[in-house]
T-cell receptor, first 115, second 117 residues
Framework: DAGVIQSPRHEVTEMGQEVTLRCKPISGHDYLFWYRQTMMRGLELLIYFNNNVPIDDSGMPEDRFSAKMPNASFSTLKIQPSEPRDSAVYFC?????????????FGPGTRLTVL | AQKVTQAQTEISVVEKEDVTLDCVYETRDTTYYLFWYKQPPSGELVFLIRRNSFDEQNEISGRYSWNFQKSTSSFNFTITASQVVDSAVYFCALSEAGTYNTDKLIFGTGTRLQVFP
């Protein structure tokens, strides 16, 4: 398996622009998670999906952030409009629910810089 | 409340030294899982180990060992004879799996380990 795939790996944009981050989970995994990592706040869970349905979006910072999962093999995280404080590394992770635990497999991350 | 504390922000050692990374957790649940992840300089997060709350046996995998003690709510990670390639940020994480199961991983703030030659 190719693992979790994220694109782009790096994104540099100007304040006010729309940014779309993409994720392909591991085939067969029915949970998908979006995280944000910054020096100040560490790893934060933004939102997660189960079987393509958003379960908990309480970590989404504000209305400028939205996430979708139109099918089992694709998810997007959109920021519109972007702001410099959104600069961070965004990780996507997926897991297979086989029991009361969830080992998550992480993608390589997208490093976002908003100027 | 659920919380993971990694009090050591950064540790520096010289190659071949042993080093222990501390992790203390808080949970409301009686069933839970603890994890360690490694984040090397390349940035990706790599799963190292998972432990459930009913299994307090220590585990050893090569130079890595983990000490789980429910009495002190700790899940410490020891690297024996450290190597430069061990340089990374290490994260401890908790997942509540019983009454309070939310499918979420709660991460600590990480410990940056630097191993010098």
């Amino acid at each position: 398996d190719a693992g979790v795939i994220q694109s782009p790996r790096h994104e540099v944009t100007e304040m006010g622009q729309e940014v779309t981050l993409r994720c392909k989970p591991i085939s067969g995994h029915d949970y998908l998670f979006w995280y944000r990592q910054t020096m100040m706040r560490g790893l934060e869970l933004l939102i997660y999906f189960n079987n393509n349905v958003p379960i908990d979006d309480s970590g989404m910072p504000e209305d400028r952030f939205s996430a979708k999962m139109p099918n089992a093999s694709f998810s997007t995280l959109k920021i519109q409009p972007s702001e410099p404080r959104d600069s961070a590394v965004y990780f996507c992770a997926s897991s297979l629910r086989t029991g009361p635990y969830n080992e998550q497999f992480f993608g390589p991350g997208t490093r976002l810089t908003v100027l | 409340a659920q919380k993971v504390t990694q009090a050591q922000t950064e540790i520096s050692v010289v190659e071949k030294e042993d080093v222990t990374l501390d992790c203390v957790y808080e949970t409301r649940d009686t069933t839970y899982y603890l994890f360690w992840y490694k984040q090397p300089p390349s940035g990706e997060l790599v799963f190292l180990i998972r432990r459930n709350s009913f299994d307090e046996q220590n585990e050893i995998s090569g130079r890595y060992s983990w000490n789980f003690q429910k009495s002190t709510s700790s899940f410490n990670f020891t690297i024996t004879a450290s190597q430069v390639v061990d340089s990374a940020v290490y994260f401890c994480a908790l997942s509540e799996a019983g009454t309070y199961n939310t499918d979420k991983l709660i991460f600590g703030t990480g410990t940056r380990l630097q191993v010098f030659p």
